[in-house]
């Protein structure tokens, strides 16, 4: 799995039927020790309804197939939850309602 930030949305009128009413996002990898963007966005089916600026976790491959929302669907990434916060060794790293 990996966590990244929400940086904008991708809209198609043309696109794989089974791709129709899923709504794509761009997702930028975030390093967890830094929080900062590491590596290029991606673009990812959102399974949770997640917008731009969120800290969201994503899973990819097979997995990203999984959901209700992606099952059968041409998906290599998908949003899966979206992060109220994360700690790492005992030190909150990441809250989503304030600040570490």
């Known amino acids: ?9 991708v809209v198609s009128t043309n696109k794989s039927e089974t791709l129709t009413g899923l709504k794509l996002l ?19 089916i959102d399974a949770v309804g997640a917008g731009e600026g969120e800290v969201v976790m994503c899973c990819s491959g097979s ?28 030190e909150r790293v990441f809250e989503k309602y304030g600040s570490k």
């Open 1 to 9: 799995m990996m966590i990244g930030v929400v940086k904008g949305s």
């Open 26 to 44: 761009v997702v930028a990898p975030l390093d967890l020790d830094t929080m900062q963007q590491k590596g290029s966005p991606l673009v990812a």
């Open 63 to 90: 997995s990203s197939r999984q959901t209700a929302f992606t099952d059968g669907k041409p998906s290599d990434l998908a949003i899966i939850a979206i992060i109220d916060s994360i700690d790492l060794g005992g």
